[in-house]
């Protein structure tokens, strides 16, 4: 069998989240978040960078709130499509976040908000697929890619992902992927 390329896999699993019935998802994402919350790293963090889910990926949205209810600074990207840069910024609730670039949920840019990703104790990463490695298969755009390649080894990176987004080994990895140091899955 040919080895598929980083697009091949890409639209395959992308396809599997779409199909992905609503009451399973739910059900994962449940699984996932217990999984987060018991994870040393997360209890040990002051400061998290989350990732704003949408179109299907593993739901951030209810571990935001658990760690805001926990009193952690919670963070999220905000795009900055001139540049393909992430800024790291704080968020007191949710509610707060509007549709931004992509379509994907970010808060308004406030300069106060701005937090230097060095202060960052834990950072989620959505991927489209993870393998056995815990490298990384992304949407392709690479902001994940470039952030990450910022970040001190010392600051913990988990990727969050349904079963169906592991796969055995990534191919083509080119040297600006990163991946990323656990992967929790349901």
Do not use: W
Request: charged share 25%.
């Amino acid at each position: 069998m040919a080895q598929q390329t980083k697009q091949e896999i890409r639209q395959k699993i992308l396809d599997l989240i779409h199909r992905q019935q609503e009451e399973e998802a739910v059900h994962k994402n449940k699984v996932i978040c217990s999984k987060l919350l018991i994870l040393p790293d997360f209890q040990k963090a002051k400061t998290i960078l989350f990732y704003c889910s949408f179109n299907g990926e593993v739901n951030t949205f209810p571990m935001m709130e658990k760690a805001i209810e926990f009193k952690k600074r919670v963070a999220v990207p905000f795009i900055k499509k001139e540049t393909k840069q992430i800024i790291v910024m704080l968020i007191e609730s949710t509610k707060e976040l509007v549709s931004g670039s992509y379509g994907i949920p970010e808060p308004p840019f406030k300069p106060a908000n701005v937090v230097d990703p060095l202060d960052l104790d834990l950072v989620l990463v959505p991927g489209v697929a993870f393998d056995k490695a815990n490298n990384r298969l992304g949407r392709g755009a690479g902001y994940y890619d470039r952030f990450l390649s910022q970040l001190p080894s010392t600051i913990p990176t988990v990727g969050l992902a349904y079963d169906f987004q592991l796969v055995p080994a990534l191919t083509g990895l080119e040297p600006h992927d990163r991946p990323v140091a656990h992967v929790l899955t349901n």
